[in-house]
């Protein structure tokens, strides 16, 4: 079965600063990876997408993410941190390739923003 | 496009009493939908998996008597919490996949209820 594993339940970093959040998916490549973002109290927005077409992706706020085989990665990062990025982060996984597939998220990274 | 409306976006509820949660797919046909429960500073967790006319496949450790699933047409599928007792209180989301080629698929998120039995 599919498996993300998300290090860090808590990142902090200035406002500025680059944001690295960290996900690690099971050794089979997987069909389709996500990087979701949740406000408090709120569903969840999709940030980016894997698929296979370009390993590194753009998503939205000035989010990316880079798809790396080598070492089963697809971490998440953004160039200068914004105080509205503060939010909860999730890293997810689809079993399979259709909308019946399931999809499996990560444990959550919080991203906090100093000022 | 892919929107899926969840509704009520919470409730208090009495211990014993019965909540029925709704998700519906508003521009598309959610054939299937994905139920999901989140406690405080938890991840989502897969309750259920509703295809629309059968019986909902639920998680282990799922009480399928006290979580009914219905997904009676293509765009509304329904929670009830049934006999809820504090420990249901939690955050439960939806969440369907709207498929196809290219950047046009994904899954898409209710925007979730706020359980509280009391």
């Given at each position: 079965?599919?498996?993300?594993?998300?290090?860090?339940?808590?990142?902090?970093?200035?406002?500025?600063?680059?944001?690295?959040?960290?996900?690690?998916?099971?050794?089979?490549?997987p069909p389709y990876l996500f990087w979701y973002v949740q406000y408090p109290n709120q569903g969840l927005q999709l940030l980016l997408k894997y698929t296979s077409a370009a390993t590194l992706v753009k998503g939205i706020n000035g989010f990316e993410a880079e798809f790396k085989k080598s070492e089963t990665s697809f971490h998440l990062t953004k160039p200068s941190a914004h105080m509205s990025d503060a939010a909860e982060y999730f890293c997810a996984v689809s079993e399979g390739y259709s909308s019946a597939s399931k999809i499996i998220f990560g444990s959550g990274t919080r991203l906090s923003i100093r000022p | 496009g892919a929107v899926v409306s969840q509704h009520p976006s919470w409730v208090i509820c009495k211990s014993g009493?019965?909540?029925?949660?709704?998700?519906?797919?508003l521009d598309f046909q959610a054939t299937t939908m994905f139920w999901y429960r989140q406690f405080p500073k938890q991840s989502l967790m897969l309750m259920a998996?509703?295809?629309?006319?059968?019986?909902?496949?639920?998680?282990?450790?799922?009480?399928?008597d006290k979580f009914l699933i219905n997904h009676a047409s293509?765009?509304?599928?329904?929670?009830?919490?049934?006999?809820?007792?504090?420990?249901?209180?939690?955050?439960?989301?939806?969440?369907?996949?709207?498929?196809?080629?290219?950047?046009?698929?994904?899954?898409?998120?209710?925007?979730?209820?706020?359980?509280?039995?009391?």
């Open positions: 079965a599919q498996s993300v594993t998300q290090l860090g339940s808590h990142v902090s970093v200035s406002e500025g600063a680059l944001v690295l959040l960290r996900c690690n998916y099971s050794s089979s490549v | 009493t019965s909540v029925k949660i709704e998700c519906r797919s998996t509703s295809n629309e006319g059968s019986k909902a496949t639920y998680e282990q450790g799922v009480e399928k293509l765009t509304l599928s329904t929670l009830t919490v049934t006999s809820a007792h504090p420990e249901d209180s939690s955050f439960y989301i939806c969440s369907s996949g709207k498929w196809g080629r290219g950047d046009n698929y994904g899954y898409t998120f209710g925007s979730g209820t706020r359980l509280t039995v009391v």
